[in-house]
């Protein structure tokens, strides 16, 4: 079935905020276009229009785009509800700023965990990540952090289906080991891939606390599994500190 075109707008429209979200300077149409393997006329006539909605600013000098701040006050509203002390950006630069990790922001999309926002480290770089980047659910940190939130009915189920829609049963999920794994999560506080996903990068990650209207979200620190192994408490004391300081609704793990 073809998408019908409005979709399609709507989605390339999405794709072109995420990126500069991602990209967090002024970009040219090539680079768009390039970066999003679309049609250059069709990302050409979107910015074009954002321009005139003022949503985009446009530098005839060097022929790049921008979001002005009136993208910020769609949604500014939200994050004033939750974030006494700033946004979820500033959560997640806070985290990054104190250990120099990549910072990751992901909710569960199907079988996956889907990254909405990811901070490269500042020190001994992981794999570079991108917005929208999908991840195995069941083997991410950030992952096994949404699960955290599920009953164990819940994840059994889910499992149930993730294995009947694999085919190759060497890929299937142990179901007693995974619910043994996010029992053992639950209890100390946060989840941990070991390398699961990437070799040699582990990733530390915490449920947020459920915001009304909003699907669930969790937030994770990665780098080496190294250097994540040496810096284990101070890592999760202060994936824990930061999120009780900058949300107005208490973690899950305090009530």
């Not at 009136?70 to 500033?90: C, I, K």
């Not at 996956?112 to 992981?126: D, E, N, W």
């Not at 990733?203 to 915001?211: G, I």
């Not at 780098?223 to 949300?247: G, Q």
């Amino acid at each position: 079935m073809l998408e019908d075109s409005t979709v399609k707008s709507a989605r390339r429209t999405l794709q072109i905020f995420e990126y500069f979200a991602e990209l967090r300077r002024p970009a040219t149409v090539s680079e768009i276009y390039r970066r999003l393997d679309l049609p250059q006329s069709s990302v050409s006539k979107l910015l074009k229009s954002f321009v005139k909605l003022d949503y985009l600013e446009y530098d005839r000098l060097s022929r790049t785009y921008v979001p002005t701040l009136r993208v910020v006050v769609l949604s500014g509203w939200l994050q004033d509800q939750w974030f006494p002390n700033g946004g979820l950006l500033h959560l997640m630069e806070t985290l990054r700023a104190e250990l120099g990790t990549s910072v990751i922001l992901g909710i569960q999309n199907d079988k996956h965990v889907l990254y909405m926002q990811a901070l490269q480290a500042t020190f001994a770089p992981r794999p570079a990540l991108a917005i929208g980047t999908l991840r195995p659910l069941c083997k991410a940190a950030v992952g096994k952090a949404l699960l955290m939130t599920k009953t164990d009915k819940e994840i059994e189920l889910l499992v149930w289906r993730i294995n009947a829609e694999e085919p190759r049963e060497a890929d299937r999920i142990d179901y007693q080991v995974l619910i043994a794994d996010i029992r053992k999560c639950r209890e100390r506080g946060y989840a941990s891939s070991d390398g699961a996903v990437v070799s040699d990068v582990s990733v530390l990650a915490v449920p947020l606390p459920k915001f009304p209207g909003q699907p669930q979200m969790a937030i994770g620190v990665g780098s080496l599994s190294e250097w994540i192994d040496k810096n284990l408490h101070e890592c999760v004391s202060t994936l824990h500190r930061v999120l009780e300081i900058s949300i107005a609704i208490k973690p899950m793990r305090e009530r």
